[in-house]
C-alpha cells in the first residue's frame, strides 16, 4: 500500500533550466510534507518542507508547491545545477511516521 | 553541524546470525529512528523509539528486530537471526520533536547477509 508516490524514477534536465519533481499521496490525513535529497552512499538529507495549510513554500531555488484538492506536491528546482544531481524523496507524515515516496533521480546535465 | 553517526558503515553477515547496528543520534534530540532501504526500492519505515521505548513500529519491524538505547548515547538496532532479505541499508534518525519536523538523517549501515 503505497500511501506516497513518485511516478518517475528518472529525469534529465539541462543545466540552467528548471527541475520540476512530482509527488502524488493517497492519504488526505497528511498535514506535512517533506523533500529529501540523497546523494549515493549517504542517508537522506532534508531540504524541504510545506504544511498544508500553505500551498507554496520557497527557499533559495527550491519551491514546494502543495496542491491538497489533487493530492499532489511538486519541488521546483531553478536554475538546476550539476550539484543537484541527487535522487529525490518525498516525505509525508500525519504524526510521527513518514511515509516515503520510491525516489526520483534527477539528472542535471552540464 | 550535528550530524547522526553511524556504524559500521558496511556490515557483511551470514545467515541466521545476529547484527547490531549501531547510531550516535543528534545529543539534544530526543526521538529516534530507524528506516530502511532495500536497494532499489523505498526508504521504508521500521520503528520510532522515544523515552527509552518504542512509540510506534510497522509491520516489517516483527520479533526478530529490537531497539535499544544503552547507555544514553547510543541508539541500536538488533536483528536476531539475519535473513537474506534482510541485505539493506539502514538509515538511523533523530528529531528533536515528533510530528511535523523533518528528520536527521545518519549516512546509512550497507547490511549484506550471505
Known amino acids: 500500500d503505497q500511501q506516497v508516490k513518485q511516478n518517475s524514477p528518472s529525469l534529465s534536465v539541462q543545466e540552467g533550466r528548471i527541475s520540476i519533481l512530482n509527488c502524488d499521496y493517497t492519504n488526505s490525513m497528511f498535514d506535512y510534507f517533506l523533500w529529501y535529497k540523497k546523494y549515493p552512499a549517504e542517508g537522506p538529507t532534508f531540504l524541504i518542507s510545506?504544511?498544508?495549510?500553505?500551498d507554496k513554500n520557497e527557499d533559495g531555488r527550491f519551491t514546494v508547491f502543495l496542491n491538497k484538492s489533487a493530492k499532489h506536491l511538486s519541488l521546483h528546482i531553478v536554475p538546476s545545477q550539476p550539484g543537484d544531481s541527487a535522487v529525490y524523496f518525498c516525505a509525508a507524515s500525519a504524526g510521527n511516521q513518514f511515509y516515503f515516496g520510491t525516489g526520483t533521480s534527477l539528472t542535471v546535465i552540464p | 553541524e550535528p550530524e547522526v553517526t553511524q556504524t559500521p558503515s558496511h556490515q557483511v553477515t551470514q545467515m541466521g546470525q545476529e547484527v547490531i547496528l549501531r547510531c550516535v543520534p543528534i545529543s539534544n534530540h530526543l526521538y529516534f529512528y530507524w528506516y530502511r532501504q532495500i536497494l532499489g526500492q523505498k526508504v521504508e519505515f521500521l520503528v520510532s523509539f522515544y523515552n527509552n521505548e518504542i512509540s510506534e513500529k510497522s509491520e516489517i519491524f516483527d520479533d526478530q528486530f529490537s531497539v535499544e538505547r544503552p547507555d544514553g548515547s547510543n541508539f541500536t538496532l538488533k536483528i536476531r537471526s539475519t535473513k537474506l532479505e534482510d541485505s539493506a541499508m539502514y538509515f538511523c534518525?533523530?528529531?528533536?520533536?515528533?510530528?511535523?519536523?523533518?528528520?536527521?538523517f545518519g549516512s546509512g549501515t550497507r547490511l549484506t547477509v550471505v
Open positions: 534518525a533523530s528529531s528533536v520533536r515528533t510530528g511535523n519536523y523533518g528528520y536527521t
Open positions: 510545506i504544511s498544508s495549510i500553505k
